[in-house]
């Protein structure tokens, strides 16, 4: 049950985080690029920043 709502409070933190990044590539690209540059760069953020934690995850597995 616990993991449960630790994964739901995770989901809320991710959603708010995903506003605020978004928020913030909004305001750091003009208009006229922020919507297509905007979400690659989100993107490639994103994925990176998920690829170290699995890798991260993945590695502490291994040593249990």
Partial sequence: ?????LAGF???ASLAWNEAIKSLFD???PKKTSALVG???YAILITFVVVLISRY???ISRKE
């Fill in 1 to 5: 049950m616990l993991t449960f709502v």
């Fill in 10 to 12: 995770g989901l809320v």
């Fill in 27 to 29: 305001t750091l690209l």
């Fill in 39 to 41: 979400k690659f760069l």
């Fill in 57 to 59: 995850l993945e590695k």
